[in-house]
């Protein structure tokens, strides 16, 4: 079972926006002081400190130049005056837009193919799909039992979990002939592999999907994850 190091709220450093788009040049080079990132942590990075450049202009002084404990991952509930991904609201934090949409350009390629599509309705399958990665806020406080996998398990893929896309691929699971929903990564989670290896087992997990296999079916699921599924809008 490999090492439980946390893979969500990352704690990068402490920093302001003006630092972050100024450690990057207009191409995305340029060096930074936060050399313990893992390559995950570090595209994105690159990609928020991208952001930034293109569009400081419309950002007020006084916000740019705040310093933040900025974490390359998702809010906890107690995060307070923090940069992060989802955070909690009403707590002076400063949300980071989602990487996934910057690097998409805001899903251009995925409204191109939307628009170009030519499957009329009749012709799509009559199933409800969706593929997504396993995100969410689970009940309870999984962290506080991080060293026992059985017990944190239990919160993240047990039976009696509250993640809401677990529960709908164990759903699709009993349902085949109405439901074809499938998890694609658990990256999020601490013991992620032994995580994925056990949803694998069940058969809830998938690899990941092109964007146009959505297109293929009549129904699209929009589940949240850590916050709302923002391709599933397109």
Request: glycine share 6%; charged share 20%; aromatic share 12%.
């Amino acid at each position: 079972m490999e090492n439980t190091l946390t893979k969500a709220n990352d704690f990068i450093g402490e920093t302001s926006l003006y630092e972050i788009f100024n450690f990057i040049d207009n191409n995305g080079s340029g060096e930074h002081p936060f050399n313990h990132l893992d390559q995950y942590s570090e595209a994105n990075f690159r990609s928020l400190a991208l952001f930034l450049r293109r569009y400081a202009c419309h950002i007020p002084s006084n916000v740019l130049s705040r310093q933040f404990p900025l974490f390359l991952g998702d809010g906890n509930n107690q995060l307070e005056d923090s940069m992060a991904f989802s955070p909690p609201q009403n707590k002076n934090n400063l949300p980071i837009v989602d990487p996934i949409m910057i690097r998409s350009e805001f899903y251009v390629q995925g409204l191109q193919e939307i628009n170009s599509n030519t499957f009329s309705h009749k012709e799509r399958i009559n199933k409800a799909y969706w593929r997504g990665a396993l995100t969410g806020t689970p009940s309870g406080n999984p962290q506080e039992n991080q060293m026992d996998f059985e017990r944190y398990f239990s919160f993240i893929g047990g039976e009696k979990t509250q993640l809401q896309r677990v529960r709908l691929c164990r759903l699709a699971r009993s349902f085949p002939e109405f439901l074809d929903c499938k998890i694609t990564s658990t990256s999020q989670w601490l013991y992620s592999e032994t995580i994925h290896a056990r949803l694998n087992d069940e058969l809830l997990i998938s690899d990941q999907e092109p964007f146009e296999r959505n297109m293929f079916h009549k129904y699209v699921i929009d589940i949240d994850g850590n916050s709302n599924s923002w391709p599933v809008f397109l």
